[in-house]
């Protein structure tokens, strides 16, 4: 008879039931824990919920020392050591909130070798101090959390990752593990160049998230089309509103509570109490909505978050990934959904046009705008799309706004070579550069005060384009941004051509565009379709 041998548990498996109490690993965990407790350096890009933080907790408890990592989320240690504290883990942590007390009570315990694990805000490391500590502890591993944040071409660039280069030089036997919930191509070979993490090996996990149903819909009436989307799909769930400033947060927070529906602010401008007040509401109460810029939400571990809504266009795709993936974590049926107008495109320009930095900043801030663009006129299946952004293949999903209602495209040359024409006309006959508005009426023929003005029923492109409405044109010129055949600068947005609009003026290119699908229940106003 044969005799079955079953293989000896592994530590790291005892670890997992022992101390976390699940049962089995997830996906890549497995190969990537054995991997580090080897004493090999990894990098991980694995989607948020995907289970990143036992890939270097439970590493940290099977090898001898102390796991030290490094997270930019200073806001967020207090809650990961006290729920590892809670699990039993011997857990502290280093950054700049702690008085010089607290500081060295966490310094001794780490010297007296009785830590599992020692978070560390990035600017610890400037300060030699922080680094010979570091030397006269035992150190297992390093941790280097939202590995993104060294990418100068990322979204969250933070220069003190910089130094993290060092690490490997300073402390060459020890292994490091850097960990990331979104990069583009560009960005995982950036981060393992910055690094040094030549000899790492690289665990990509799918960044799909079946259960999140993305949809982005033209802008009309915003605070009205939220209404709608929470009252039809999502009432009494908790979710996350996203605004681009802290005014159109207060704005939509009072309007929701208004209508019923109980919404609390968060942003940098509240004081530090309220802050933390809103976002312990909503991590503990059923069924809150919280309004916030961007400020809010890194490691906020929420899992039955249902709905992600953005009222405004998300500054790049990476961005607009990372804030989507806050909505079900728990796996179950959640939405995605952003309403966006050429006036967010108009905005962003300007921000870009007037950003501090360099041309080579301004100009990845452009690049990002344009993916962005990109992702918001496909009449591709929107995941599909987005995964291509991170260099994933896949197949159309079914449970996108393209797969499930698929909009028509459409043969635009002709109205886009009105439209751009109109602008060249502006531009070479009257040395003239104006907005969406200017250039609409002057399609549609309208005899406006301002249209008398500048004497633009003279132009004759005048009224040449009463085919489309106003709102059709809106789209037009949304679409020729999104394809870089129109670009807009300035203050107040005014149109410029492009390289590619000579194309389409001179026949040399056919632009094909994205009829949006009729939408029922279209409230009254649209200012900025
Ligand atoms: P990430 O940092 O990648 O966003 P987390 O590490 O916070 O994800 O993990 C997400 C959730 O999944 C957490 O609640 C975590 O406890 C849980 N989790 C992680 N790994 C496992 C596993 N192997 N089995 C069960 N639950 C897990
Ligand atoms: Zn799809």
Not at 141 to 158: M, P, Y
Not at 199 to 208: G, I, L, Q, R
Not at 366 to 385: K, N, P, S, W
Not at 397 to 411: F, I, K, R, V, Y
Request: glycine share 8%; net charge neutral; charged share 25%.
């Amino acid at each position: 008879m044969a005799e079955t041998t079953e293989l000896p548990e592994s530590e790291a498996v005892q670890v997992l039931r022992r101390v976390f109490g699940y049962d089995a690993f997830r996906g890549e965990q497995r190969k990537i824990i054995d991997t580090v407790i080897g004493g090999g350096d990894a990098l991980v890009l694995m989607p948020t919920g995907g289970g990143k933080s036992l890939c270097y907790q439970i590493p940290a408890l099977v090898r001898s020392g102390v796991g030290v990592v490094i997270s930019p989320l200073i806001a967020l240690m207090q809650d990961q050591v006290d729920a590892l504290t809670a699990l039993g883990v011997r857990a502290g942590f280093l950054n700049s909130t702690q008085d010089f007390e607290q500081r060295r009570e966490v310094e001794q315990a780490f010297l007296a070798g009785e830590l599992d694990l020692l978070y560390l805000a990035p600017e610890r490391l400037r300060v030699e101090a922080t680094v010979r500590l570091l030397d006269q502890g035992k150190i297992s591993l390093f941790a280097i959390d939202e590995a993104h944040c060294v990418s100068q071409w990322g979204h969250d660039f933070r220069p003190d990752y910089l130094m993290l280069s060092q690490l490997h030089e300073r402390w060459p036997d020890v292994p490091r593990i850097a960990l990331t919930a979104t990069a583009t191509e560009a960005t995982h070979a950036e981060i393992a160049t910055r690094l040094n993490l030549t000899d790492a090996k690289h665990f990509v996990a799918s960044f799909d998230r079946p259960n999140i149903q993305y949809r982005i819909v033209p802008k009309d009436n915003p605070q009205r089309q939220l209404l709608d989307l929470l009252r039809t799909e999502h009432a009494g769930d908790a979710g996350i509103v996203y605004c681009l400033s802290r005014n159109g947060v207060e704005k939509t927070a009072a309007f929701l509570t208004q209508n019923g529906i109980e919404a609390v602010p968060y942003h940098a401008g509240l004081d530090s109490r309220t802050r933390a007040r809103n976002q312990s509401r909503f991590l503990r109460e059923d069924g809150l909505v919280v309004v916030a810029t961007i400020a809010f939400g890194m490691g906020i571990d929420k899992p039955d978050v249902r709905f992600v809504a953005h009222l405004d266009l998300p500054k790049s795709v990476e961005g607009y990934y990372q804030e989507t993936g806050r909505a079900g974590r728990d796996g179950l049926p959640s939405t995605a959904w952003l309403a966006y107008g050429l006036q967010d495109v108009v905005q962003q320009r300007k921000m870009i046009d007037t950003s501090e930095g360099d041309a080579a900043h301004r100009r990845r801030l452009g690049a990002h705008l344009d993916a962005m663009l990109a992702l918001c006129e496909t009449v591709q299946c929107r995941r599909v799309q987005l995964l291509a952004y991170f260099g994933q293949h896949g197949e159309p999903c079914g449970n996108c706004d393209t797969c499930l209602t698929p909009p028509e495209s459409w043969d635009g040359t002709i109205p886009a070579q009105k439209l751009l024409s109109t602008v060249y006309r502006l531009q070479h006959e009257r040395n003239q550069k104006f907005g969406a508005g200017q250039v609409i009426d002057i399609l549609l023929g309208k005899p406006t005060e301002k249209v008398k003005q500048f004497r633009h029923d003279d132009l004759s492109v005048f009224g040449i384009g009463t085919e489309l409405k106003d709102t059709e044109w809106r789209g037009v010129i949304r679409q020729l941004l999104a394809q870089r055949l129109l670009t807009v600068e300035g203050d107040y947005g005014t149109l410029v051509l492009t390289p590619g609009s000579a194309e389409v003026l001179g026949r040399r290119r056919e632009v094909m565009m994205r009829r949006e699908p009729e939408r029922v229940g279209r409230s009254k106003s649209s200012s900025s379709g």
